[in-house]
């Protein structure tokens, strides 16, 4: 059901890479509730990716953006608001990636050069992509950005290896941005902290079909899936949630604040 909640906003929206991204269903929640929007990934990532697919379902521009390289993310900013006739006031930050978990790297022998990578792309990224919309003026006031993480950056979830450390920078910027961003322009600036979900990058973790599986016996409610997550960063970017800034959102269920379940402990009962 659609609520016309985001009628005349315009906003960019990184990391859709394929129907199970929550990047892409979330550009299809935005669409449903009157946004427009520009997409981007990574060069390399749409090659291999479906986006136009997608470009076409929501008569969205594709814009071409390595998210850890600042003239990249200059002209995407540039050009959205050309493309979207004006200044912005949604930026989805859907990125993740750690060259260490990928290869299957253990956390006591990692490669640091790749370790620096995963830091960048998948932390420091959002530092680059929120200092660029203030540079280049892109945001509206009352404007929204959101950025998804896991819980793994406050608590050891093994196989998540580096990637915790980047999760914990993008929720340490999120704080420190969001106070620079409301000061200057009220621009709302949070992170969500989603439950396993099945795409890429989440089967990209070792043992995923485990921690979803524990995540799904954690949780009251359950898993939040992806339709879910779009649900929730929808109304992050509406006026209904105005007020809410510098926040790591739980979307998890119930997971984060549960000690155990009667679902675990009829599992472990011997
Ligand atoms: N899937 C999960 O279980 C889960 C749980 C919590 C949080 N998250 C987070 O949700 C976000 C989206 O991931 P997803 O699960 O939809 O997987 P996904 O693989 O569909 O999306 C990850 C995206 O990051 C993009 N990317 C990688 N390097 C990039 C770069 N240098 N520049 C620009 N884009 C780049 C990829 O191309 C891809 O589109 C990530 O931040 C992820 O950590 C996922």
Known sequence: MAYNLLR???GIIFGALDENSIAWKTALKIK???GQFTLTNAPIAMRMGKIKELATQCQAEIIPAD???????QTLFTKSMEVLGGKLDFVLHSIGMSPNVRKDRPYGDLNYDWYLKTLDISGVSFHKVLQT?????AMNEWGSIVALTYIASQRTFPDYSDMA??????ESIARSYGYRFAKSKKVRVNTISQSPTKTTAGAGISGFDVFFDYAQMMSPLGNASGEDCANYIALMFSDLSRMVTMQNLMHDGGFSTTGI???????LTK
């Open 8 to 10: 005349g906003k315009r």
């Open 133 to 137: 919309a203030e540079k280049t003026d």
């Open 67 to 73: 998210a850890t390289l600042e003239a990249d993310l």
């Open 165 to 170: 450390q980047a999760k914990a920078v993008l």
């Open 32 to 34: 449903e509730e009157g």
């Open 261 to 267: 379940t009667e679902d675990l402990i009829a599992r």
